[in-house]
């Protein structure tokens, strides 16, 4: 018989086959001298079976392959239906069909999607000859050594931001772990006398699971592996850890200890209104840990304008010497808005140098585009290490370039021994990096000296518009900037800096919206509800500021509430990690040590990370513009989910909007045709959503299989027991039974007998029984 193709396209496009269909996609027959053989080769076989597009049955049989009473001959004609762990059916990975639903939801809901595509990075040479640098000094010797080290040396040591606040400043912290992992190793060689890289903590930690959907701890790892030979650097907040609020003691210590098991070496401690208790825990666990304690004084005021009588040069002396009398090993000097101008920049490391033995650490943003300068002043008093990033990720409200530095101390007696030649590398390498994230560009587009004015540090500046035009009052962000000088201003100059600097630019808005001003926030704010962050600042929950809270404000703000005057520590119960760990359960079925510290700062975020993670698999590997930006239509990329295992991806186009609010996206995997089914966030679904159970979540009730529901065996309100068969689900003539996983008592009943449901599909809630 002969059919025309076109009579047969169109037959086979309308035809419609039901997912109860009694389809055999695969036989496996195997044969061995014994049954217990003959049922390894089945599941040899199963295990390089794949099958893609349709749901299988090869997790239920690999689990009836495994069990003991079927492998001894003993089962029977009710063995599925009294065996209700069969149904325990562990995922495949299928890495491949989670990234291309990634990707497919990129190119479905983003707008950017398909728009930017980019040549490789000139990456960093490796030429093999790396040397060893200060970190084998730490791990031979200890930090006392480093610290005498530091002090013998003429030339001035360096520390490259590039990996940390740079882009944080610059790019709202969305460089990946990928970007920087693949200049890793040219920045080990390049940069092997660099005292030390800043890569850590602020605000890269929560962002990494926030937003990147990657883990922080492993940034550490991997970069620890490529960079064996410089100490790693982070930021710590004190009390605040990498978080925005007060923490209990015992966190932030098992936070110090795995953060220097698992590679810091250098602590930059501070606290956001310089109250030195705010960081006593964190730096006796530094000392605990043999590693580095680089306590800090935040800069704000004005030490050369014989006018000020608050941040004098007594204020920062007094402050250093008794940083030095707690075992401080450095002295960082954190200018995070760009204040210290250059000539107040001698003026203050010459005090430092004169009233305290330890090394001056001198971190500042180049907002003002005065900071070359600033370094230079700071190097002729005597400054033994400052921040710098590499060229083409420094200035404005990052760190001032590295690349000018070197040139203009070449051959002079601070020369740093760097090579500009060999910067250039790392700097262009960077440059080709920072194309990727360039729809996260922000902030200021040339040197701004209101910075003197404003006092906002640089990595806010570059948020505060972005965050200012979210609320729909970027037509009146100068006010907010004026606003926030005011507000600073209220509240008795602060030093400002996270979280604080949080809290008086939160304040500034808030007043702009409320059309609040200094003379009349307090009786209108009576029947306001201000900012959480204000609240916990006038509570007493970031510490006490040096000149006290103005007093009317802060009962106007706390509405009653009494606020406190010691640290906050001493008041939190102690992180329970066990309780932690259990509700990491739910998610993971063994969630590891760094895991149950994360969630204790960031629970909902953590969360929604491993829900991520379970949804659309390991996606750290995956190119940067496709992360962002998805893949153009007739564009192809390799991505290596494991080494010595590519994907090859082109993405061919996406359909029409289906009936429920679905694209189909289609793809070529590795030659072969693919597709995934992605909602259309944008789309009108007219259609019944059908909720599905969550099988992490003991209370759910999931069908295990695709089918009919014959029969319901309890009802709402009735006491259930684990393992209790509730309803029987029927498909291809075979029943399955549908049981609770836990105690307690039945809550909802979303189906009714003779449904068709899908596997999946949420059934039943129960519910925990109080005693």
């Given at each position: ?387 710098t990033a590499v060229s083409s990720m420094s200035s404005l409200t990052s760190q001032p370039s590295m690349n000018s530095l070197v040139a203009a101390l070449w051959g002079q007696e601070r020369d740093t021994g760097l090579s500009l030649e060999r910067l250039q590398e790392l700097t262009d390498y960077w440059s080709d990096v920072r194309e990727r994230y360039r729809s996260f560009e922000g902030g200021i587009k040339y040197p701004a000296t209101d910075i003197y004015r404003y006092e906002i540090p640089g990595g806010q500046y570059t948020n505060l518009k972005p965050q200012v035009e979210s609320l729909g009052l970027g037509h009146r962000f100068e006010e907010v900037k004026e606003m926030y000088r005011t507000v600073n201003e209220m509240l008795g100059g602060l030093v400002k800096v996270t979280p604080s600097s949080k809290m008086v630019g939160d304040m500034a808005i808030f007043m702009v919206q409320n059309d609040l001003t200094p003379e009349n926030i307090v009786e209108r704010g009576e029947n306001l509800t201000f900012p959480d962050s204000a609240v916990s600042y006038f509570k007493g929950m970031m510490g006490q500021p040096r000149w006290g809270f103005p007093k009317e404000l802060q009962r106007v703000v706390l509405k009653g509430e009494t606020p406190i005057t010691c640290r906050p520590g001493e008041l939190l119960l102690p992180m329970d990690f066990d309780a932690a760990r259990e509700r990491l359960k739910q998610f993971v079925p063994k969630p590891d040590w760094r895991m149950v510290i994360s969630w204790c700062f960031y ?169």
């Amino acid at each position: 018989m002969i059919i025309e193709e076109s009579y047969l396209q169109t037959f086979l496009h309308s035809l419609e086959i039901s997912p109860y269909y009694d389809s055999l996609l695969v036989k496996v027959t195997t044969h061995d001298n014994t049954f217990e053989g003959a049922c390894n080769k089945s599941l040899r076989a199963l295990s390089e079976t794949r099958v893609r597009g349709v749901k299988t049955n090869i997790g239920f049989i690999e689990n009836i392959l495994m069990h003991p009473m079927f492998r001894t001959g003993k089962c029977h004609t009710k063995f599925i239906d009294e065996t209700p762990e069969l149904f325990s059916i562990k995922s495949s990975q299928d890495r491949a069909t989670k990234m291309l639903k990634y990707i497919g939801n990129i190119v479905v809901n983003d707008p950017t999607a398909g728009k930017y595509r980019y040549e490789p990075p000139r990456f960093p040479k490796v030429t093999g000859t790396r040397k060893d640098g200060l970190k084998q000094i730490l791990d031979a010797r200890g930090p006392e050594a480093v610290k005498q080290w530091v002090l013998d040396q003429k030339k001035l040591l360096i520390t490259d931001t590039t990996m940390r606040d740079a882009h944080q400043s610059l790019l709202a912290t969305r460089v990946r772990t990928r970007d920087m992992v693949k200049g890793a190793e040219g920045t080990a060689e390049i940069l092997a006398d660099a005292f030390s890289l800043e890569m850590w903590g602020g605000a890269t930690f929560d962002v990494a699971y926030r937003f990147l959907k990657e883990s922080p701890w492993e940034r550490l790892d991997l970069l620890r592996e490529k960079i064996p030979n410089i100490p790693f650097q982070m930021l710590l907040r004190g009390a605040n850890a990498v978080g925005y609020t007060n923490y209990p003691d015992n966190l932030i210590r098992e936070f110090v200890k795995e953060a220097a098991r698992s590679g810091i070496d250098v602590f930059r401690i501070f606290d956001s209104l310089n109250w030195i208790p705010g960081m006593e825990i964190a730096m006796d666990e530094v000392l605990n840990q043999n590693k580095i304690a680089e306590a800090t004084l935040c800069y704000t005021g004005d030490v050369s304008d014989p006018k000020e009588d608050k941040y004098t040069l007594g204020y920062y002396t007094e402050m250093a010497k008794e940083l030095e009398r707690r075992g401080a090993h450095i002295l960082c000097i954190k200018d995070m808005s760009g204040l210290l101008k250059p000539y107040a920049a001698h003026k203050l490391v010459k005090a430092l140098k004169e009233e305290t033995g330890l090394p001056i650490h001198l971190h500042t943003h180049d907002t003002s585009g005065n900071q070359i300068a600033a370094l230079l002043m700071a190097a002729e008093a005597g400054a033994d290490i400052v921040d710098t990033a590499v060229s083409s990720m420094s200035s404005l409200t990052s760190q001032p370039s590295m690349n000018s530095l070197v040139a203009a101390l070449w051959g002079q007696e601070r020369d740093t021994g760097l090579s500009l030649e060999r910067l250039q590398e790392l700097t262009d390498y960077w440059s080709d990096v920072r194309e990727r994230y360039r729809s996260f560009e922000g902030g200021i587009k040339y040197p701004a000296t209101d910075i003197y004015r404003y006092e906002i540090p640089g990595g806010q500046y570059t948020n505060l518009k972005p965050q200012v035009e979210s609320l729909g009052l970027g037509h009146r962000f100068e006010e907010v900037k004026e606003m926030y000088r005011t507000v600073n201003e209220m509240l008795g100059g602060l030093v400002k800096v996270t979280p604080s600097s949080k809290m008086v630019g939160d304040m500034a808005i808030f007043m702009v919206q409320n059309d609040l001003t200094p003379e009349n926030i307090v009786e209108r704010g009576e029947n306001l509800t201000f900012p959480d962050s204000a609240v916990s600042y006038f509570k007493g929950m970031m510490g006490q500021p040096r000149w006290g809270f103005p007093k009317e404000l802060q009962r106007v703000v706390l509405k009653g509430e009494t606020p406190i005057t010691c640290r906050p520590g001493e008041l939190l119960l102690p992180m329970d990690f066990d309780a932690a760990r259990e509700r990491l359960k739910q998610f993971v079925p063994k969630p590891d040590w760094r895991m149950v510290i994360s969630w204790c700062f960031y629970p909902k975020v953590v969360e929604d990370f491993l829900k991520s993670r379970r949804e659309y698999g390991y996606i750290t590997r995956l190119g940067s513009h496709v992360y962002f930006h998805g893949l153009a239509e007739g564009e192809t990329n390799r991505v290596e989910i494991e080494d010595g295992k590519t994907l090859v991806i082109k993405y061919l186009g996406k359909s029409e909007l289906n009936p429920d609010g679905t694209r189909n996206v289609f793809f070529e995997l590795n030659g072969i045709r693919r597709e995934v089914s992605v909602q259309d966030k944008s789309a009108k679904v007219t259609v019944e959503s059908i909720p599905m159970a969550d099988p992490n979540n003991l209370s759910h009730v999931g069908a295990s299989i695709p089918g009919l529901v014959s029969k319901i065996l309890v009802k709402p309100g009735e006491k259930v027991k684990r393992n209790q068969v509730l309803a029987v689900v029927e498909a291809m003539k075979m029943e399955t039974n549908v049981i609770a996983l836990m105690d307690g008592e039945m809550d909802q009943i979303l189906v009714k007998e003779g449904k068709e449901i899908k596997a999946g599909e949420l059934l039943m809630t129960v519910k925990t029984v109080k005693e």
